[in-house]
């Protein structure tokens, strides 16, 4: 069965990315065009390239406006860079404010995921139950905690169109990280994605994937996976070492197998998920997730290293 067409306003472009870095969403204003997400640093140039490319087909000189649904690396990577090159303005949730502002990696979560972002300067915050005109449409801004506690999203009624970052992706959402560290995340999503479903929602815009329409069946696959998870935390700690160390792997390309238990122990995310919930030795936790991304196809061991795949 073909899914159904696509209906988005002309005012909004879809940058759609691989996984290590978030889509873009362009909205192109009579005065003025915005951003929502610029993906991770690695990525910042070919960022770059693509925002100028469709600027150029618009007729377009500049980004005056960058707005990110969170402070991921994946998701704000790029800022820095469209800031050196368009001087643009950037919106961040509020409460990210003074994390920002001190550049604190710890808080930020780049340090105890082992990422990288380059460092921006933000010129205004944005508070759930605000309203931002974007490509000439308004978006209201919603609070959309657990996947991250801090996470918005972006939704336009006029044309029921939701940009739902990690909350909601066509099949499933991002890892609920505070329940990795001990903190209250699944009670979170669960009213997020309630949230979702009572708007009038006809198109997601996520931030991984492809925009999609089956909004009620995406949702139905989100309240299951989070049923999953719930009913025994360790799932969502399993998820959570595997795609931490998956997004390290796409970055680097390959990793030493003889590195990865120090990895386990020194990236402060894995030794606190495995601390509160697995309770594995290092070297032990190394290769169950060796043999999960090698069963999943996500990843390849030739004996010496584990590569991308």
């Not at 500049?62 to 690396?73: E, F, G, I, K």
């Not at 025994?232 to 795609?243: C, L, S, Y």
């Not at 197998?257 to 509160?276: D, F, G, K, V, W």
């Amino acid at each position: 069965m073909n899914a159904p067409a696509l209906h988005i306003a002309a005012s909004i472009h879809v940058l759609e990315r691989g996984w290590l870095s978030s889509n873009n969403v362009l909205l192109f204003g009579r005065d003025e065009v915005a951003m929502i997400d610029s993906g991770y640093v690695t990525h910042a140039e070919q960022t770059r390239t693509l925002v100028r490319h469709v600027l150029a087909q618009r007729g377009r000189p500049r980004l005056d406006l960058l707005v990110n649904t969170h402070l991921h690396s994946d998701h704000c990577g790029g800022n820095a860079a469209l800031q050196q090159e368009h001087d643009c303005r950037i919106a961040i949730p509020a409460a990210e404010e003074k994390q920002v502002r001190h550049w604190d990696e710890d808080a930020l979560s780049y340090r105890a995921t082992g990422q990288r972002c380059a460092r921006f300067t933000p010129t205004q915050t944005l508070r759930s139950g605000e309203v931002l005109r974007m490509g000439e449409l308004d978006w209201q801004v919603l609070a959309a905690p657990g996947h991250d506690p801090h996470a918005l999203l972006f939704y336009c009624a006029q044309e029921g169109v939701l940009v739902s970052a990690d909350a909601l992706w066509r099949n499933g959402f991002g890892i609920i990280f505070p329940e990795l560290d001990g903190e209250s995340g699944f009670a979170e999503a669960r009213a997020t994605l309630e949230l979702i479903r009572s708007l009038e929602v006809r198109t997601v815009i996520p931030g991984h994937g492809a925009p999609f329409t089956e909004v009620d069946d995406a949702l139905d696959k989100a309240f299951s996976r989070l049923d999953y998870l719930q009913a025994d935390p360790r799932r969502n700690a399993h998820n959570g070492v595997k795609v931490l160390v998956k997004f390290l792997l796409m970055e680097r390309g390959r990793i030493a197998l003889e590195q990865l238990p120090a990895m386990m122990r020194e990236i402060p995310l894995l030794r606190i998920t495995n601390e509160r919930h697995l309770q594995m030795d290092d070297v032990a936790l190394a290769r169950w997730c060796v043999a999960q991304l090698e069963k999943a196809g996500a990843a390849h061991s030739d004996g010496v290293f584990l590569l991308d795949r």
